[in-house]
């Protein structure tokens, strides 16, 4: 189809593995013409899952060893707008198809590397940078998650591919960004470092603020303080840790047997809809209910259903009512009743029985392609579209590309250079809340967007998310407070609205709807104007629960993330890290965005981008997240005992520390040649794994690191706090770098709430043209209400009444974080 938002774009995707291969297919899932290059004999990657990411790609096959190959890359990369590669540093600079020369051959050309570590980082860019090696490095294996802490589980081994998932999606949007600023920068050519990106990704589980009032602590992190300043074991068993989760975020058992998972906690109202769909209204009643926004010193009670979490003294009635409760039912029933109700939860499942599942095969968020050799795959779905693209929902599996038709068409012409902000100019008004929905807003001010965030003038979410998370991603924005209810609050709106080129909402379409934002009014006020909306279980098409309410952690449970890392139907953990798919579905509106501004200067068309949880809960899992018939076992590693997946790949303990051991292509070769292991080399596979860990154990890091060389991967598994730690640079010492180092945190040491608070640097995606702003610090909400209303014309007096009568408010609370 040519009138598809990227159908005139063309894509070279030297990609391997998983990383530029998935950029590549978010372009390709757009429209985008995407020619993937495969060496002689075919991928490295010979997988289903790389089948399946290169749909709707052309595939061509060429030498790049010899004259003949290198030179027919150049002439395609004189006809391409777009260059994918993810080797590692000086490969393609080797192979004589590096950025100079391709930019040299085309000067207009997006060329985007994607190493695992920066090319500038002198300690790491010369790492094999395999997955689970950035993964061991960063410390996404370490403390994976309060469960495995209490129970003294440490390290965890996760197959689910974060860092490629994070990076793809930094790929994909600083392409589509770059693209749509060509007009003044030129080409470019960015670098996105997988590990950069996975830091990024997992931000919230290394922020940190000085005095954390103890009032945000969950009751697994007041336990494990207790037991860590007691002394004592953390040693509980699985069946233990009940005692300490919320009633409003767990799982529960159904009358089937099957898990039935409720986050229902911070929002206002959602602990009483939940109740009251169980049937327990009653008990709703005699819970306390106050502003979550009071400093604890004024609280009325121990606890209010406004806030995270449930007091003590309620929280074993209030669990024990609900066990009892979701046992009179099947989890179906139970998921029909409280998605009705718009109480966020949802069932349990295995990715298999997900890839099968009737709304996900409805709304797009997975479909049904043809493939050449599979037959009928079940894929997931787009992770980025844009609705009215009648496309989106059409799926072909690869095809041979043919090399003189792509050569018959005239070279890109030359152009201007430039150096500024790919949104520089952009207006946004952010009406989103908790993490997913902000992380658009705070993603886009780096590149130069001019972000206006409105909140109401009553909270209805708690300063858990608000504050504590919203530190981070309300980064870079000006804030303001409108009574919406009022008519003095939807006439300010209305000029916000007229006066933005971009809205961001999260929420369904019924909400979206309902609050005046429904594509054809928006249409109607300005034809040009895009809104980005992101919800739980939204997909290119319409299904049964595309109204159902969300987070993070129910997307990972209906996907199937929670059964696989917990290790089965009884046991389901959430995935470790908070915001695990909350920031990535941000990542993936930011994506939809740069489709939909591409889009918008070709045809001068707006309209909606789209990104959902559920999305973002397959991308995560793109290595095994497709089904057919006769397809192999989903027998990734799984359940809190994994620590690799075989022997090759997998968490070892030296003598002095634990590290993680990469050798999947090499294998038994590479003991061969340390003279500790070399009498392993002979044995099988299977039986090879206990004799390692023996023989591990034997030495410290230092020098099993030495003695493999460079011929194969040991890395020490560190932790995201040391990560944090190591790369800390003082904001006030000035000229913080996010050039160089892999890693890079900021201490905000002069941030407005009167804390300092330590944030991961922007630092992710590294354009060499393009410009990189880090964003501001977050507001105090309502901070700049009278300004923002001056801006729209309002004088002193109006504004002064619009705040008398509650129509706009300047502050939620006293205090920028209540104690």
């Not at 757009?30 to 990411?53: K, L, N, Q, Y």
């Not at 790492?127 to 061991?136: D, F, G, M, T």
């Not at 929902?393 to 792509?406: C, Q, V, W, Y």
């Not at 099988?684 to 690191?705: I, Q, V």
């Amino acid at each position: 189809m040519s009138d598809r938002p990227l159908s005139h774009i063309r894509v070279l995707d030297f990609g391997q593995y998983l990383a530029a291969p998935l950029v590549g297919m978010m372009l390709a899932d757009m429209g985008a013409e995407v020619i993937r290059i495969d060496r002689p004999g075919g991928p490295a990657f010979d997988d289903p899952a790389f089948d399946m990411i290169s749909r709707g790609k052309k595939v061509l096959t060429l030498d790049l060893k010899t004259d003949l190959g290198r030179e027919t890359a150049i002439e395609l990369a004189k006809r391409a707008d777009v260059v994918l590669e993810n080797f590692r540093p000086g490969v393609m600079d080797r192979l004589g198809l590096g950025a100079n020369v391709l930019r040299a051959a085309n000067d207009q050309l997006i060329y985007l590397s994607m190493p695992g570590f920066a090319s500038t980082d002198p300690e790491l860019a010369g790492l094999p940078a395999w997955e689970a090696v950035i993964a061991a490095y960063t410390g996404q294996f370490t403390d994976m998650g309060l469960n495995r802490r209490l129970m003294g589980i440490n390290p965890s081994f996760t197959p689910l591919t974060l860092a490629s998932a994070y990076g793809a999606s930094f790929g994909a949007m600083s392409v589509l960004f770059a693209l749509n600023a060509r007009d003044r920068n030129g080409g470019d050519h960015i670098e996105v470092p997988l590990a950069s990106s996975l830091l990024e990704g997992l931000i919230y589980n290394c922020e940190q603020i000085e005095d954390y009032p103890e009032r945000y602590k969950s009751p697994r992190e007041v336990e494990l303080d207790r037991r860590a300043a007691e002394g004592l074991p953390m040693n509980l068993k699985f069946d233990e840790l009940s005692e300490y989760l919320d009633p409003f975020y767990r799982t529960y058992t159904c009358a089937d047997g099957r898990g039935f998972y409720v986050v229902s906690g911070s929002v206002a109202t959602h602990p009483r809809r939940v109740l009251e769909t169980l049937g327990l209204g009653e008990l709703a009643d005699e819970l306390p209910d106050f502003s979550a926004y009071l400093d604890t010193k004024d609280w009325p009670a121990e606890w209010s259903m406004r806030n995270y979490p449930v007091g003590p003294s309620d929280r074993a009635r209030v669990s024990s009512a609900m066990k009892e409760a979701f046992l009179t039912r099947p989890a179906h029933e139970w998921e029909e009743l409280f998605g009705t109700a718009k109480a966020p939860a949802t069932a349990q499942r295995f990715s298999k029985e997900w890839l099968a599942d009737p709304h996900a095969l409805a709304s797009g968020l997975v479909f049904r392609v043809e493939d050449a050799r599979h037959g009928e795959m079940r894929q997931m779905g787009n992770v980025a579209w844009l609705s009215g693209d009648d496309g989106a929902s059409k799926k072909t599996g690869p095809i041979a590309a043919d090399l003189n038709e792509l050569l018959a068409d005239r070279p890109r012409s030359g152009g201007v250079t430039g150096s500024s902000g790919w949104l520089d100019g952009l207006k946004v008004l952010d009406l989103t809340n908790v993490i997913a929905g902000p992380t658009i807003g705070s993603t886009l001010a780096r590149f130069g967007a001019e972000v206006t965030l409105v909140q109401p003038v009553e909270p209805s979410v708690d300063p858990w998310n608000t504050v504590v998370f919203g530190i981070h991603a309300q980064r870079g924005k000006k804030s303001i407070l409108l009574n919406l209810r009022s008519d003095e609050g939807q006439e300010a709106l209305g000029k916000l609205i007229a006066d933005a080129d971009v809205i961001t909402m999260n929420g369904t379409d019924q909400q979206r709807d309902k609050l005046g934002l429904s594509p054809e009014l928006l249409a109607s006020i300005n034809p040009r104007l895009i809104l980005v909306q992101l919800d739980a279980f939204g997909g290119p098409m319409r299904g049964p629960k595309s109204d159902h309410l969300g987070y993070d952690d129910l997307a990972q449970a209906a996907t199937g993330v929670m059964v696989r890392f917990g290790g089965g139907m009884e046991t389901p953990e959430e995935h470790a890290h908070f915001g695990t798919i909350d920031v990535l579905t941000g990542f993936c509106a930011c994506v939809a965005l740069g489709g939909a501004l591409l889009r918008l200067r070709e045809t001068g068309q707006g309209g909606v981008a789209r990104a959902s949880l559920a999305g973002a809960g397959n991308l995560i899992q793109a290595q095994f997240m497709y089904d057919y018939d006769g397809r192999a076992p989903f027998d990734e590693p799984s359940g809190r005992g994994a620590l690799g997946w075989g022997p090759f790949y997998h968490c070892y303990e030296a003598a002095d520390q634990w590290m993680f051991f990469a050798a999947p292509t090499e294998r038994q070769a590479v003991l061969a040649k340390v003279p500790d292991l070399a009498d392993l080399a002979d044995k099988a596979t299977d039986d090879l794994h206990g004799d390692l860990a023996e023989r591990f154990r034997l030495k410290p890091l230092s020098y099993w690191r030495q003695a493999f060389g460079g011929a194969s991967t040991v890395v020490p598994l560190a932790s995201l706090l040391e990560t944090r730690d190591k790369a800390l640079q003082l904001e006030s010492a000035g000229d913080v770098d996010i050039t160089q180092d892999t890693f890079r945190v900021i201490r905000h040491d002069e941030h407005p709430m009167g804390r300092w608070c330590d944030l991961v640097a922007p630092n992710a995606v590294r354009p060499t043209t393009g410009r990189i702003t880090i964003p501001g610090p977050k507001p105090k909400y309502g901070a700049q209400t009278a300004e923002i209303l001056a801006k729209l014309g309002y004088d002193t007096a109006q504004i002064q009444r619009m705040i008398e009568r509650g129509a706009a408010g300047t502050e939620w609370s006293e205090k920028y974080l209540p104690e």
